[in-house]
């Protein structure tokens, strides 16, 4: 089983930066994939990125060249680097591990762009 914990959410203007991170915890050396996920008030959760235990990534189209996934496996941590946000970006993002075919989610933390 893994835990994940979410944080560095926050209010921020357009054109700015936020870096969030999530903690995992338990039986980590297991995961398979991990990544971020949002949902914005009203809206479906979509994908957002992801990274594979092998390193390979995948972005949303929506994201791409603006936000960066990376991992630090002595933490245990992954980031999602975010660039030029825009108000569209406004969401609650949760981290999310699939491990043998299990899916785990974070709580979710709240990203909001102001105009």
């Known amino acids: 089983q893994v835990q994940l914990v979410e944080s560095g959410g926050g209010l921020v203007q357009a054109g700015g930066s936020l870096r969030l991170s999530c903690a995992a915890s338990g039986n980590t050396d297991s995961i398979n994939i991990i990544g971020w996920h949002r949902q914005a008030p009203g809206k479906q959760r979509e994908l957002v990125a992801n990274?594979?235990?092998?390193?390979?990534?995948n972005y949303a189209d929506s994201v791409k060249g603006r936000f960066t996934i990376s991992r630090d496996n002595a933490k245990n941590t992954v980031y999602l680097q975010m660039n030029s946000l825009q108000p569209e970006d406004t969401a609650v993002y949760y981290c999310k591990a699939l491990v043998r075919g299990t899916v785990t989610w974070g709580q979710g933390t709240q990203v909001t762009v102001s105009t």
């Open positions: 990274i594979w235990s092998v390193g390979f990534t």
